[in-house]
């Protein structure tokens, strides 16, 4: 059983920057894809980007396509969220979440383990 654990969220100003990071422990981080999320209040949770196991590829969401980075580090068994050029609808919990039946792909839906997530706000 993996537990993932996000950290990094808090308060910004609309074009500022955060970084999320995800620590996982329980599992080989390294045999999966990982996945970012966000869910607003009052919304349904949306895909932000997924990063396959070796690090080598990734996927990202129009919304946040330019603005955001996602990155691994394996032999911390954690994955980063670097997210720039924040607006104010950007402002929702982030999940993040690993694929251990598909690590080598980048998928939008499916994953296995779920963190409890991160609130980021921004403000105008």
């Known amino acids: 059983q993996v537990q993932l654990v996000e950290s990094g969220g808090g308060l910004v100003q609309a074009g500022g920057s955060l970084r999320l990071s995800c620590a996982a422990s329980?599992?080989?981080?390294?045999?999966?894809?990982m996945g970012w999320f966000l869910q607003a209040p009052v919304k349904e949770r949306e895909f932000v980007g997924s990063?396959?196991?070796?690090?080598?590829?990734?996927l990202y969401a129009d919304s946040v396509k330019g603005r955001f980075t996602i990155s691994r580090d394996n032999g911390k068994s954690t994955v980063y969220l670097q997210m720039n050029s924040l607006k104010p609808e950007d402002t929702a919990a982030y999940f993040c979440?690993?694929?251990?039946?598909?690590?080598?792909?980048?998928?939008?839906?499916?994953?296995?383990?779920w963190g409890l997530g991160t609130q980021v706000v921004v403000s105008s």
């Open positions: 329980g599992g080989t981080f390294s045999s999966y894809a």
């Open positions: 990063i396959n196991r070796s690090g080598g590829r990734t």
């Open positions: 979440a690993a694929d251990r039946v598909y690590p080598d792909s980048l998928r939008r839906e499916g994953y296995d383990y």
